[in-house]
T-cell receptor, first 115, second 116 residues
Framework: AQSVTQPDIHITVSEGASLELRCNYSYGATPYLFWYVQSPGQGLQLLLKYFSGDTLVQGIKGFEAEFKRSQSSFNLRKPSVHWSDAAEYFCAVGARPSNTGKLIFGQGTTLQVKP | GAVVSQHPSRVICKSGTSVKIECRSLDFQATTMFWYRQFPKQSLMLMATSNEGSKATYEQGVEKDKFLINHASLTLSTLTVTSAHPEDSSFYIC????????????FGQGTRLTVV
């Protein structure tokens, strides 16, 4: 069965420090991959997506993610975290080849930023 | 990115009543819309997929008679929670997708439903 695992439920980093949020997926083939951010009581904002091509994907707000097929991973990174980055982060996969928009989400990682 | 508007953002209703949540795509035609449910501190679970002009497809375990979905136009889908109970209290989020193989779905702001 298709699944997405975010091993870290909660992460705390200091402002200015680097960040890596982990995401592993289980899927029969390479899926479409997404990272979303959610502020409390809000909807989801797309940070970045991987469909094909370069495995290092650049997103908004200084985030990037690297698709590693051999590890079935799509980890999210940011070199220097800002206090405004504190939020909930979700990794998600979408089915190929139809890409209907139907997504399977990971459990989410809560990011706390210390001043 | 495209804009999806969800209304209301918060609603409180009495147990036994019905409540309707709207999801609108403001600047594109949404051939497909999705409804998700999110419990506190948990992930999003897909409830159903709706295509304009056809019946919604519900995920396993979701009661279609309780969660009525209508996608009557290319810009509007509605979710009606019928005979609401306190256990239906949750955060409901819609997403909408246009056409094209590399088109992602865009999310609404969500609706916090509280049944008292």
């Amino acid at each position: 069965a298709q699944s997405v695992t975010q091993p870290d439920i909660h992460i705390t980093v200091s402002e200015g420090a680097s960040l890596e949020l982990r995401c592993n997926y289980s899927y029969g083939a390479t899926p479409y991959l997404f990272w979303y951010v959610q502020s409390p009581g809000q909807g989801l904002q797309l940070l970045l997506k991987y469909f094909s091509g370069d495995t290092l994907v650049q997103g908004i707000k200084g985030f990037e993610a690297e698709f590693k097929r051999s590890q079935s991973s799509f980890n999210l990174r940011k070199p220097s975290v800002h206090w405004s980055d504190a939020a909930e982060y979700f990794c998600a996969v979408g089915a190929r080849p139809s890409n209907t928009g139907k997504l399977i989400f990971g459990q989410g990682t809560t990011l706390q930023v210390k001043p | 990115g495209a804009v999806v508007s969800q209304h209301p953002s918060r609603v409180i209703c009495k147990s036994g009543t019905s409540v309707k949540i709207e999801c609108r795509s403001l600047d594109f035609q949404a051939t497909t819309m999705f409804w998700y449910r999110q419990f506190p501190k948990q992930s999003l679970m897909l409830m159903a997929t709706s295509n304009e002009g056809s019946k919604a497809t519900y995920e396993q375990g979701v009661e279609k008679d309780k969660f009525l979905i209508n996608h009557a136009s290319l810009t509007l889908s509605t979710l009606t929670v019928t005979s609401a109970h306190p256990e239906d209290s949750s955060f409901y989020i819609c997403s909408a997708r246009g056409t094209g193989p590399k088109t992602e779905a865009f999310f609404g702001q969500g609706t916090r439903l509280t049944v008292v």
